[in-house]
């Protein structure tokens, strides 16, 4: 190690120097969004990194796949085929459907038009802040993702988009403690609020309250967005009552719901953009 | 003996703090994750004592900058606490180069403590989350770790001649 004379005194006014840096940069953070764009820049660069670390488990489902014998393979095409039937068969009747309540609107003079397009991300599979829950995927600023969009999977919604890359964006999941989504109660209209708990697979239903509970909600109702806020598209399925808990000594009761969409461990998500 | 030297093996030290993001990112099974050793910080350190003359204060901030980009924390969470664990390793490198193995391993690990303490500390100010004990396992697991680390890196910088 060579010897080297440190001048602690320089060193002390630059450890200062960056102190009130970091504090600056935080504080204008957290009140302002001017370092979104920068933010944005940021992620871009450092995507190689997530993008390396994604890479030996994306080869190892590659791996996998490729010498999974012919009897699963046929299996799974088997089962694959009936699930599409099935399917084919639900939404020829929803196609019907929609085409009514399309001429109903029209009778009713409503021009509220009902439709969206939605394009495939994948999740990388990298760690991000423990304490939070959030994912990252693979769609950035370049396949014109938005800050607050919807993401939903196969069987309900996930969460939303609070950063945006280049090529890469982090996804807020609806478990997260400051996550609130508006929902509502599909058997009876009640409209309440989807809050996480920071926990796994569990939303905390708020403000309902003790005396209505018998009428409005139930252990097994689903629960879809009401479309309230603008930000999710209406009617897309959240999850599924799992507790009713009145509270005598508090205003609200105690309601949680288990979420749909499976959170932590999906590869693919579905990303909406209202047409 | 000539003592201006110049710089030499810069790719080997940005290299080292590459694999350490590479480390502090990789999905982990949740039971583990409060046992992941604090990658950045420990390699931080060893390069802060190791050549307190090229890296400190400022390549501790610029590392803490990239974590929290990575880790989608406030900018400048991490960049604050490293830069004050860069701060404390480079005035007493002379000291914990010269503590024998398991005392520099306790060292390392109360410098982790005092990372992580300040990051979380920082990010309650804005947001509501209860400190645990994690802040202890990841500095354990570091402690542990640090022997390995240490001599893996040494014999880096000796054989790439980074000065």
Known sequence: MTPSVINSRSLALKMIIFVLLSITLMVVDVRFNYLTTVRTYLLGVVYPLQYLVDMPIKIGQWLSKSVSNRNQLLNENAKLRTENLQL?????????????????RYLLDSSKEVGERVQVAEVLAVDLERSKRNILINKGK?????????????KGVMGQITQIG???????LITDPEHELPVQVVRTGLRTIAKGMGTLNRLSLLYLSNTGLNTGIKVGDLIVTSGIGQKFPKGYPVGTVIEVTPDIGKPYAQVHALPRAILERNREVLLVWKK | MNLVLRPHGTWVIVLSFIFSFMLSIMPLPIWISAWRPDWVAMVLIYWCIAIPHRTGVATGWSVG???????????GQHALSLCIIAYISVKLHLRIRLFPRLQQAIS???LIIINQTLSIWIYNIFTNFQIDWSVIFSAISSMILWPWLFVI???MRRSYRVF
């Not at chain 1, 993702?145 to 999977?153: A, C, G, K, L, R």
């Not at chain 2, 900058?65 to 900018?75: F, G, M, Y």
């Open chain 1, 88 to 104: 084919q068969v639900a939404l020829q009747k929803f196609e019907h459907l929609k085409n009514e309540n399309k001429r109903l």
């Open chain 1, 142 to 154: 370049n396949n014109n993702v938005f800050i607050n969009q919807p993401v939903i999977d196969a």
């Open chain 1, 166 to 172: 280049l090529f890469s964006s982090v996804v807020m």
């Open chain 2, 65 to 75: 900058i990239i974590h929290d980009v990575l880790n989608n924390t406030l900018l």
């Open chain 2, 108 to 110: 390392i690990a109360g």
């Open chain 2, 153 to 155: 890196l040494r014999d």
